[in-house]
């Protein structure tokens, strides 16, 4: 167990939809990271918040927002979903520093139909 | 940007070792982490280099050259638990830690 929680596990939703997934980090760690997974691609970097704060930006969709809350859980909301959408959604976290290594939520699912 | 390559998949026997090798261009260098996924499982951390040199961890080592952009993952004693994706990424100057699109092992007995 990585101690990063994210919920729900699954998510079954139709295009046009707007779904939100929810990240807590592990305890004391600051920084959040949000990647996409699909079956023919690596890991996407989404978008990284440390301490509540963008820190580095990937190619996440206009469509996508997310934010750090001041208890550090973070959102990623994705929105007028569309099939392509269809990945599972990984979030980690770490303490921040350059040398620390992500550990990783058990992902969300996500089915657009 | 960041353009990391990995071969797609091996194949070894069970006792054997494996090498499997990342190269990487990025726009500076803060890190490469090693991280291993079993199929619609999350990742999870194996090693980190920032210096060049060989790092052991058990039956897991880890080999950096920065000068050639170079690292490779080797797994000794292959047992069938190894098969599984391992992910080569690397961090940049920007705080992303980017992912190649990793290696498939097979063992087989």
């Known amino acids: 167990d990585s101690g990063v929680t994210q919920t729900p596990k699954h998510l079954i939703t139709a295009t046009g939809q707007r779904v939100t997934l929810r990240c807590s980090p592990r305890?004391?760690?600051?920084?959040v990271y949000w990647y996409q997974q699909s079956l023919d691609q690596g890991l996407q970097f989404l978008i990284q918040y440390y301490n509540g704060e963008e820190r580095a930006k990937g190619n996440i969709l206009e469509r996508f927002s997310a934010q750090q809350f001041p208890d550090l859980h973070s959102e990623l909301n994705l929105s007028s979903l569309e099939l392509g959408d269809s990945a599972l959604y990984f979030c980690?976290?770490?303490?921040?520093?350059?040398?620390?290594?992500?550990?990783f939520g058990n992902g969300t699912r996500l089915t657009v139909t | 940007g960041q353009n990391i390559d990995q071969p797609t998949e091996m194949t070894a026997t069970e006792g054997a070792i494996v090498q499997i090798n990342c190269t990487y261009q990025t726009s500076g260098f803060n890190g490469l982490f090693w991280y291993q996924q079993h199929a619609g499982e999350a990742p999870t951390f194996l090693s980190y280099n920032v210096l060049d040199g060989l790092e052991e961890k058990g039956r897991f080592s880890s080999f950096l050259s920065r000068s050639k952009g170079y690292s490779y993952l080797l797994l000794k004693e292959l047992q069938m638990k190894d098969s599984a994706s391992y992910l080569c990424a690397v961090r940049g100057n920007d705080y992303k830690l980017s992912f190649g699109a990793g290696t498939t092992v097979t063992v087989r007995a």
């Open positions: 980690a976290s770490s303490v921040g520093r350059e040398n620390s290594p992500l550990h």
């Open positions: 305890s004391g760690d600051l920084s």
